[in-house]
Antibody
Framework: EVQLVQSGAEVKKPGESLRISCKGS????????ISWVRQMPGKGLEWMGR????????NYSPSFQGHVTISADKSISTAYVQWSSLRASDTAMYYC???????????????WGQGTLVTVSS | SYELNQPPSVSVSPGQTASITCSGD??????ACWYQQKTGQSPVVVIYQDTKRPSGIPERFSGSNSGNTATLTISGTQAMDEADYYCQAWDSSTVVFGGGTKLTVL
């Protein structure tokens, strides 16, 4: 059974750093890209970026480029997103999801983690 | 950057057909998919590659995509279908989501 299990909820202060994780199981972790998705309270889904766990190639949404870093450790089948300096506006639920792709350029997120709630408040 | 537009809300009576649209420039030249998100839960894909249903998704969910519009259709809508629905496409090596549509079954 494919599973993506995320780390637990976090409460941080503005300016602090944070790394949250997403551990994959039940499939070959290096075969599929992992994406991160933000959902601010009461709002829609926003794609942050993705990583190829096989070679750690990443690409980011322009909205998140420079503010977050996505990484992966294939030896433990885990992907991460990290912030070096959190802002109150980073308060949101963060999901990791496995990105499926097809030869004719179709892409969709077929398995999702349970979400990690990040609260940034002074 | 590429944009996908959805109506903020759609209402439907139980047993009737609900249609949720997603519009974007030449969206029909890309592949669209749809996610259902119930309150407090992670999203679940209900349609991918325009028209395909993952295993476990009821047959009442169907999709189409042509021109500038993709459509998610729920036939015989049930109370359990009340949720937020998001369309998604792939453009310039990025995932693009629509703003989401709240489906109310009343």
């Amino acid at each position: 059974e494919v599973q993506l299990v995320q780390s637990g909820a976090e409460v941080k202060k503005p300016g602090e750093s944070l790394r949250i994780s997403c551990k994959g199981s039940g499939y070959s972790f290096t075969t599929y890209w992992i994406s991160w998705v933000r959902q601010m309270p009461g709002k829609g889904l926003e794609w942050m970026g993705r990583i190829d766990p096989g070679d750690s190639y990443t690409n980011y949404s322009p909205s998140f480029q420079g503010h977050v870093t996505i990484s992966a450790d294939k030896s433990i089948s885990t992907a991460y997103v990290q912030w070096s300096s959190l802002r109150a506006s980073d308060t949101a639920m963060y999901y990791c999801a496995r990105l499926r792709q097809g030869s004719s350029s179709w892409y969709y997120l077929d398995y999702w983690g349970q979400g990690t709630l990040v609260t940034v408040s002074s | 950057s590429y944009e996908l537009n959805q109506p903020p809300s759609v209402s439907v009576s139980p047993g009737q057909t609900a249609s949720i649209t997603c519009s974007g420039d030449k969206l029909g030249d890309k592949y669209a998919c749809w996610y259902q998100q119930k309150t407090g839960q992670s999203p679940v894909v209900v349609i991918y590659q325009d028209t395909k249903r993952p295993s476990g998704i009821p047959e009442r969910f169907s999709g189409s995509n042509s021109g500038n519009t993709a459509t998610l259709t729920i036939s015989g809508t049930q109370a359990m279908d009340e949720a937020d629905y998001y369309c998604q496409a792939w453009d310039s090596s990025t995932v693009v989501f629509g703003g989401g549509t709240k489906l109310t079954v009343l």
